[in-house]
């Protein structure tokens, strides 16, 4: 996320901690987590099945997730907050928009 100080010049704010970004991702409510994801794995283009090797699960878990049957385990909340932050500016955004 981008600033302008008062003297007009552009800052980023720094970027969120995965401790604190993991607790809030554990409290957010499944249909946003699940949409998160959703977004996640478009953003990085990917489908369910790469998405889901990634996380070291299988395409059925991935889907369940995104339709909001299912939560991700604490290790794959985990995987999830390194590929935000992967996408620095980007993942920000995706967390704070589904972070309500």
Same mark, same amino acid.
């Given at each position: 996320m981008t600033k302008r100080t008062s003297q007009g010049d552009e800052t980023s704010s720094p970027p969120v901690s995965s401790k604190v970004a993991?607790?809030?991702l554990?409290?957010?409510p499944q249909p946003n987590i699940g949409l998160l994801i959703k977004q996640l794995r478009q953003e990085m283009e990917q489908t369910q099945e790469e998405f889901a090797s990634e996380c070291g699960v299988v395409f059925s878990t991935v889907n369940r997730w995104e339709k909001g049957h299912r939560k991700p385990s604490p290790m794959a909340l985990k995987l999830i907050v390194l590929m +935000?932050?992967?996408l620095e500016e980007r993942g920000q955004? +995706?967390?704070q928009k589904y972070q309500t």
């Open positions: 993991l607790s809030q554990k409290r957010m +935000l932050s992967s955004e +995706l967390f």
